[in-house]
């Protein structure tokens, strides 16, 4: 089954993501701050990140960036869900290496699409 | 002037600040029980949904969707039968009142041969008495006595069974053609209401095939439709993000301002214009206060909104379809029953009506042979006619009483010539009536009706599908009645978050009053006093840390004194853009 990972420092988003993407039939790991992110990505394998940008500790860009240098996800599917939607924060994001951009609220039935589309 | 930190509004927007910080650990957890109380629900609506859908697909299933084409065929191979059959029972009738008729003019001709039989028996005796009168000169017409003697018996004997079958064919054909024509009738009646009642079936099946399919259909719209409400709500649980990052910025705003009102200068103008820019700020926040109420008050009203409509649900219409599919399946099968009956009925009387053509068939092969045979006589009896008158006419004056005979013997031989011509006749029209009855008879073959022995095998067939359909819609049905009532009893538990997270934001209203109040205690000027430059510092000063759209529309909005910005409505959620 395939692995994914929600990092983001709101627990109910961490629920929301998660609750959207197990009924479809993903494993779902949740991460409180990019630090954790990282660390949880560091330990296993995900097959897409879907990451808040504003968090204590190691915000989006910067894990995004840390990921990009691990070994094996280099070409991980990583979405940004954010409240932010100003251009120049999706420009960073898309150069530290994020492949998409959601600005919360999700909506549920676009983002297991695209999660089927990215994730074979 | 500077601001003492104990002053009363700086306790004020103390206590505001700290307010606001309670009330984001304690929103976490309203928040969090209401997404909960929200997956649950949409999960069982999902159940809720995947059963309707079954439903649905059972109901628009080709096996299902065929019945209604397969009882209107049915319907209308029973309508061809029942004309043809009409007809040709129709048809019957002639037949058997043309063959009695035919069978009457034989009767006529038995009796004229019967008499003719007797007349030749006689002619034999007075031969005989003649014969042996002559003696000797007689010995040549002891033929003639023994050829009338012999042409007696066999016309007689031919005659005898020519008359025993007439009589036994009108006897068969009399009570054939009492029960045709007393029935004919009442197979009529039966046959009409039958027709009536087939098409009053067919009204009924193709009506409740409608309403099969609107039903499920209308269900699953009404459930889609709160699964669409219980998705917009669990959106706007997502929304709380932004909503806590107002009130975090809201304190981060207070804590502000606070700082500043500790710096105040003690300068008329900068005191003015801190002063100013203070009081801007303070109406920012407690714009991004009222921004928080209105979204809140708006989620509120959508868990509510959507709590009522579940408990509207019902699901009558849908757990109605299985015995709905089970009575029409009843209804039918009753009508192929009756149907079945009539073919049962049909057949008897098809039993009959092939006997009688069997024994027309026969009768038109019986006359056909005596017509033979009698052809055979005629032929005799004129042989014999011109040798009898020749040998006569040989002896001269004493065989006058031969003679005699001889003529009758003629004329007897011109009686039956003209029997034989009659014989002939009547088997043309028996022959003629076979021919024009044989088409008829195609309905009454043994082998039945194609057209409607396939389409009964199709609706029997049919019915068997729908029946399966009818119990596994009632198997649904009673599942969906039990999820509604699981998604109804969590319903309680989602509204004691509704009311959880309203009284947990309650608190705004009056974090939010007290700092409206505090600046007229403190007696600040009003925002009216900002110059451009104040406007675009406080803006900077202020929007620094936000993260939003929605708290920079607020805080501009704020600034122009203008009303707040129509909420985000983002209940569907937003799309994901791919880069």
Same mark, same amino acid.
């Given at each position: 089954?395939?692995?994914?990972?929600?990092?983001?420092?709101?627990?109910?988003?961490?629920?929301?993501?998660?609750?959207?993407?197990?009924?479809?039939?993903?494993?779902?790991?949740?991460?409180?701050?990019?630090?954790?992110?990282?660390?949880?990505?560091?330990?296993?394998?995900?097959?897409?990140?879907?990451?808040?940008?504003?968090?204590?500790?190691?915000?989006?860009?910067?894990?995004?960036?840390?990921?990009?240098?691990?070994?094996?996800?280099?070409?991980?599917?990583?979405?940004?869900?954010?409240?932010?939607?100003?251009?120049?924060?999706?420009?960073?994001?898309?150069? $530290? &290496?994020?492949?998409?951009?959601?600005?919360? %609220?999700?909506?549920?039935?676009?983002?297991?699409?695209?999660?089927?589309?990215?994730?074979? | 002037?500077?601001? $003492?930190?104990?002053?009363?509004?700086?306790?004020?927007?103390?206590?505001?600040?700290?307010?606001?910080?309670?009330?984001?650990?304690?929103?976490?957890?309203?928040?969090?029980?209401?997404?909960?109380?929200? #997956?649950?629900?949409?999960?069982?609506?999902?159940?809720?949904?995947? @059963?309707?859908?079954?439903?649905?697909?059972?109901?628009?299933?080709?096996?299902?969707?065929?019945? @209604? %084409?397969?009882?209107?065929?049915?319907?209308?191979?029973?309508? !061809?039968?029942?004309?043809?059959?009409?007809?040709?029972?129709?048809?019957?009738?002639?037949?058997?009142?043309?063959?009695?008729?035919?069978?009457?003019?034989? =009767?006529?001709?038995?009796?004229?041969?019967?008499?003719?039989?007797?007349?030749?028996?006689?002619?034999?005796?007075?031969?005989?008495?003649?014969?042996?009168?002559?003696?000797?000169?007689?010995?040549?017409?002891?033929?003639?006595?023994?050829?009338?003697?012999?042409?007696?018996?066999?016309?007689?004997?031919?005659?005898?069974?020519?008359?025993?079958?007439?009589?036994?064919?009108?006897?068969?054909?009399?009570?054939?053609?009492?029960?045709?024509?007393?029935?004919?009738?009442?197979?009529?009646?039966?046959?009409?209401?039958?027709?009536? *009642?087939?098409?009053?079936?067919?009204?009924?099946?193709?009506?409740?095939?409608?309403?099969?399919?609107?039903? %499920?259909?209308?269900?699953?719209?009404?459930?889609?439709?709160?699964?669409?409400?219980?998705?917009?709500?669990?959106?706007?649980?997502?929304?709380?993000?932004?909503?806590?990052?107002?009130?975090?910025?809201?304190?981060?705003?207070?804590?502000?301002?606070?700082?500043?009102?500790?710096?105040?200068?003690?300068?008329?103008?900068?005191?003015?214009?801190?002063?100013?820019?203070?009081?801007?700020? @303070?109406?920012?926040? !407690?714009?991004?206060?009222? =921004?928080?109420?209105?979204?809140?008050?708006?989620?509120?009203?959508?868990?509510?909104?959507?709590?009522?409509?579940?408990?509207?649900?019902?699901?009558?219409?849908?757990?109605?379809?299985?015995?709905?599919?089970?009575?029409?399946?009843? #209804?039918?099968?009753?009508?192929?029953?009756?149907?079945?009956?009539?073919?049962?009925?049909?057949?008897? *009387?098809?039993?009959?009506?092939?006997?009688?053509?069997?024994?027309?068939?026969?009768?038109?092969?019986?006359?056909?042979?005596?017509?033979?045979?009698?052809?055979?006589?005629?032929?005799? @009896?004129?042989?014999?006619?011109?040798?009898?008158?020749?040998?006569?006419?040989?002896?001269?004056?004493?065989?006058?009483?031969?003679?005699?005979?001889?003529?009758?013997?003629?004329?007897?031989?011109?009686?039956?010539?003209?029997?034989?011509?009659?014989?002939?006749?009547?088997?043309?029209?028996?022959?003629?009536?076979?021919?024009?009855?044989?088409?008829?008879?195609?309905?009454? =073959?043994?082998?039945?009706?194609? $057209?409607?022995?396939?389409?009964?095998?199709?609706?029997?067939?049919?019915?068997?599908?729908?029946?399966?359909?009818?119990?596994?819609?009632?198997?649904?049905?009673?599942?969906?009645?039990?999820?509604?009532?699981?998604?109804?009893?969590?319903?309680?538990?989602?509204?004691?978050?509704?009311?959880?997270?309203?009284?947990?934001?309650?608190?705004?209203?009056?974090?939010?009053?007290?700092?409206?109040?505090?600046?007229?205690?403190?007696?600040?000027? $009003?925002?009216? &006093?900002?110059?451009?430059? *104040?406007?675009?510092?406080?803006?900077?000063?202020? =929007?620094?840390?936000?993260?939003?759209?929605?708290?920079?529309?607020?805080?501009?909005?704020?600034?122009?004194?203008? %009303?707040?910005?129509?909420?985000?409505?983002?209940?569907?959620?937003?799309?994901?853009?791919?880069?």
């Amino acid at each position: 089954m395939k692995q994914i990972l929600t990092v983001d420092d709101s627990a109910s988003i961490r629920q929301m993501v998660s609750f959207t993407l197990t009924k479809t039939g993903y494993v779902v790991t949740e991460a409180v701050d990019g630090r954790d992110g990282l660390s949880q990505c560091g330990r296993q394998k995900f097959d897409l990140i879907i990451t808040d940008l504003n968090m204590p500790n190691l915000d989006g860009i910067q894990m995004i960036a840390a990921i990009r240098k691990l070994p094996g996800y280099a070409f991980t599917p990583i979405l940004m869900l954010t409240t932010e939607s100003q251009v120049e924060k999706k420009d960073a994001g898309r150069k $530290a &290496g994020a492949t998409g951009w959601i600005v919360k %609220p999700f909506n549920a039935d676009q983002l297991i699409a695209v999660v089927l589309k990215l994730v074979k | 002037m500077v601001v $003492a930190a104990g002053s009363l509004a700086f306790q004020t927007f103390e206590r505001a600040e700290a307010g606001i910080a309670s009330l984001l650990r304690e929103a976490e957890d309203a928040i969090a029980a209401v997404a909960g109380g929200f #997956e649950e629900l949409a999960k069982q609506t999902d159940g809720v949904l995947l @059963l309707a859908g079954q439903i649905v697909a059972c109901v628009e299933d080709e096996r299902v969707r065929s019945m @209604l %084409p397969r009882v209107q065929s049915l319907g209308g191979a029973a309508r !061809v039968f029942i004309h043809e059959r009409l007809q040709a029972t129709a048809g019957v009738l002639e037949m058997v009142t043309a063959e009695a008729r035919l069978l009457e003019r034989l =009767s006529q001709l038995t009796r004229a041969q019967r008499s003719i039989a007797r007349e030749t028996q006689t002619l034999s005796v007075l031969t005989n008495i003649e014969v042996a009168r002559l003696g000797q000169l007689g010995v040549g017409f002891q033929y003639l006595a023994r050829q009338l003697d012999e042409f007696s018996q066999s016309v007689a004997a031919d005659t005898k069974q020519l008359a025993l079958h007439t009589e036994e064919r009108q006897t068969s054909l009399r009570d054939t053609q009492r029960r045709f024509t007393a029935g004919l009738p009442r197979i009529q009646k039966e046959f009409a209401r039958i027709e009536a *009642d087939l098409e009053g079936a067919l009204s009924k099946a193709a009506a409740s095939q409608t309403e099969l399919a609107r039903a %499920p259909e209308q269900f699953q719209g009404v459930v889609g439709e709160i699964a669409s409400q219980i998705a917009g709500v669990v959106a706007a649980v997502q929304g709380h993000d932004i909503t806590r990052q107002q009130l975090e910025h809201v304190r981060s705003g207070l804590l502000l301002i606070l700082k500043k009102m500790e710096g105040l200068d003690e300068l008329a103008t900068e005191a003015a214009s801190g002063q100013a820019r203070i009081a801007a700020g @303070l109406n920012i926040q !407690v714009y991004q206060l009222r =921004s928080v109420e209105a979204t809140v008050d708006h989620w509120v009203a959508q868990i509510g909104e959507c709590s009522q409509n579940i408990l509207r649900i019902g699901a009558s219409e849908v757990v109605a379809i299985g015995p709905a599919v089970l009575e029409q399946e009843r #209804e039918l099968s009753s009508q192929l029953q009756r149907i079945e009956h009539l073919e049962e009925e049909c057949e008897a *009387d098809s039993a009959e009506v092939r006997s009688t053509f069997d024994g027309l068939a026969n009768l038109m092969q019986l006359v056909g042979e005596h017509v033979e045979r009698s052809r055979t006589v005629r032929d005799r @009896l004129q042989l014999l006619t011109f040798n009898s008158i020749v040998e006569a006419s040989h002896l001269g004056s004493q065989a006058d009483a031969i003679l005699e005979i001889s003529q009758c013997i003629k004329r007897i031989s011109s009686d039956w010539s003209e029997l034989t011509d009659r014989s002939a006749q009547v088997k043309e029209e028996i022959l003629q009536l076979v021919e024009k009855t044989r088409g008829g008879m195609q309905t009454f =073959s043994e082998g039945g009706d194609g $057209a409607l022995g396939m389409a009964q095998a199709e609706t029997r067939e049919g019915l068997k599908n729908l029946h399966i359909a009818a119990e596994f819609a009632a198997s649904r049905a009673a599942e969906v009645e039990a999820a509604i009532a699981r998604l109804q009893a969590r319903v309680g538990v989602v509204d004691a978050a509704r009311e959880r997270l309203q009284a947990c934001f309650n608190a705004i209203d009056g974090i939010r009053k007290e700092i409206e109040a505090s600046p007229r205690q403190t007696a600040y000027a $009003a925002t009216q &006093g900002l110059t451009r430059g *104040d406007h675009a510092q406080v803006e900077e000063m202020f =929007s620094a840390s936000y993260t939003t759209e929605m708290e920079r529309e607020v805080l501009r909005a704020a600034l122009c004194g203008g %009303p707040l910005p129509a909420m985000l409505q983002s209940l569907q959620g937003n799309s994901v853009e791919l880069f």
